[in-house]
């Protein structure tokens, strides 16, 4: 038996109908090994950043079963993703079944940019070695951002607020969304007037008009309108010239990230989610690339696609220059692998995202776009501008028109188009009526802040992470806290305020674009084989590890400046402060312990958590049913605070103490009467987390079984698991993800 071990579940079964039962093939189900949650376990740094990994949570049935297989196998295939992180998860697989003394086939690699049948096949016949290099660079990116991460989020911790996090690519991120919207704040608007008027031409046909130039003065304003008003007007220039619109490169990971975004409003996540499925089901090529390049064959594809279907003069081949410097020649641009399927998809999501990769890959080899563009001026007439006194010139007014006079590859990317403006027939000279002439009062605006692809394309600018990073930069600061997304705009939160300040105003050297960028750099130059792996990181962490410690010293912020002078403590009438609580930014009383007076950011009085007359029953209480003294360590008492939800009671050392009081009615209702099927003591109930809903056993922290939907009561035939609410669609369905009756509509269609 030939074992064949992919990543996910899908990609194996699309493979393994081209196979024809010549191989088994399994999925790993992503990663199967990850570093402890322990960053002293984790990575040995004095042996030289050797991490020490564990069978990831969850994964040891998979790695049981392949295991498994790998006894009764002759030849052991890795086809995990043609990437770093690909490469790292064959090599972690090689790792686990090498120590495994039964398994005695050889185990190998292999790499297909596209699952096609002929790509499968021909991968097969090119079996290699795992990529120590190409492993290293991933290990090397790992260990970083595990020592990075933890190093950083440790000080916020002490220094700013419990349960905050910093990161080598996410706190950058941050970084630039807060420099955009330090200078929307510093921001001045200015008055402007916007000047436009309605001609008429000799042939009695209506034009509009706006001048060249933005006036700032009123009175200027005021004298133009006045003397235009009262003066005949002339047509000074038409100008006529064709111009051509190239098509655009194929998608990369990044440009396909911000078209999805802007055209179908995807997520950047979103967007790789849904190409992962196109990439599984065979319909594209590998979706992680920063190359524009298209192989040979594909190119003849295309171009012979568009002469069937377009025409001769609609193709033209082209080739584009890779913009990242990093980027592997060798892999192809993200393009449909069997040109000729115009729609293909299991999904509408599917269905949209599948249409623009098609309609770039095939624009891309297209004949240019030919467009006639007009521009018509006027100004009154040389005679009466004689008379025009101001020390500024009379300002042209002037319209642009364009028409479309060979579409090219806007025939394909018709939303790239736009629309034709055609211009009446007009000459140089033709007198022209004013039939009304006018000004609009505006302000100039901030610069706009970041949208995720615009953001992504900041990255990608500045050299800041890989295709394969924007999705998780975006989701972190988002998870974070740190940004709030409203429609498609990203606005920092007074958390992601603070902490971006701490990090530029004690670790710039470390966020800097220059320093983020070169880090990549080495890594890049790690998977190449041209930098070592320890000396890399050595040269990095000896620095920073001491930074960190030096910064140990600094007092923690309580103080983010002071309160309007409006704003008086409800309690003492003393001065306030700003401080950040978990809500954001808050107004407390300068004298803070000694009074707990506080505000809203906007002044409304705070309500502050009052004593109940009740110990801690946790931390409060000693053995003996005795109050505690209150220290450090014990002694809370019960108070009544107001959250996200409403009111509660919890401990008065919160959140040293986590300790919460629940009203057994509120108990009661949230309790389902389904048996915790993981430790049988304890009963399925309903919870709230920031993701909304959930169910978890009533026996947490002890047992930590949770699923996302009402538990039915009823058990999976297939897995064991419990069954939980559906959709309308399907109204029951397995809690476990992994199971196929988590989505019976699919397993009833299989069937």
Known sequence: MKLLIVESPSKAKTIEKYLDGKYTVRASVGHVRDLPKSNKKAIDIPAGFVPHYEISKGKEKVVDELRALGHKATEILLATDPDREGEAISWHLEQILEEDKKIKA?????????????????????????????????????????????????????????????????????????????????????????????????????????????????????????FGKSNPWEVVEVKTGEQKRSPRAPFTTSTLQQVASTRLGFSPSRTMQVAQKLYEAGHITYMRTDSTNLSAVAVGQILALVQKKYGKEYAEAHTYKTKSKNAQEAHEAIRPTHIESLSVGSTDEQKKLYKLIWERAISSQMTDAKLMKTKISALPTKTSLSNWKHKNEYPAFSTNGSRMLFPGWLLVDSDARGEDVELPEINEGDALKVLELGSLEKETQPPSRYSEAGLVKELEARGIGRPSTYASIMRTIEDRGYVTKEGRTLFPTDTGDVVSTFLEANFMDYISDTFTAEMEDKLDDIAEGNREYVKTLKDFYGPFSKDVKEKDKLDKITNLGDAPAEFKCPVCDKDMIVKLGRN?????????????????????????????????????????????????????????????FGMFISCSRYPKCKFIKEDEEERKKKMTGVECPTCKKGEMMERRGRFGIFYSCSNYPDCKNAIKAKPTGNICTMCGSLMMDGTKTIPERCSNTKCPNHRPDKLNKMQ
């Open 106 to 226: 050889p185990i190998k690699r292999v790499t297909f940019h596209e699952i096609t049948k002929d790509a499968v096949e021909e991968a097969l016949k090119k079996p290699r070695d795992i990529d120590d290099k190409l492993v290293k660079a991933q290990e090397a990116r790992r260990v970083l951002d595990r020592l990075v991460g933890y190093d950083l989020s440790g000080l916020i911790w002490k220094k700013v607020r419990y349960g905050l996090s910093a990161g080598r690519v996410q706190s950058p991120a941050l970084r630039i969304i807060m420099e955009r919207e330090r200078e929307i704040r510093a921001f001045i608007p200015e008055k402007y007037w916007v000047l436009e008027g309605m001609f008429q031409t000799p042939k009695k046909v209506d034009i509009k008009l706006i001048a060249n130039e933005e006036p700032r003065d009123k009175d200027f304003v005021d004298e133009v309108i006045s």
């Open 584 to 644: 954001g930014k808050f107004l407390s009383c300068s004298t803070y312990p000694e009074c707990t007076g506080a505000r809203t950011f906007d002044g409304k009085v705070m309500e502050g958590p009052k004593e109940i007359g009740e110990m801690c029953p946790l931390c409060g209480i000693d053995k003996d049913g005795k109050p505690k003294e209150p220290t450090k360590s014990g002694g809370g008492k019960l108070v009544l605070r107001e959250g996200k």
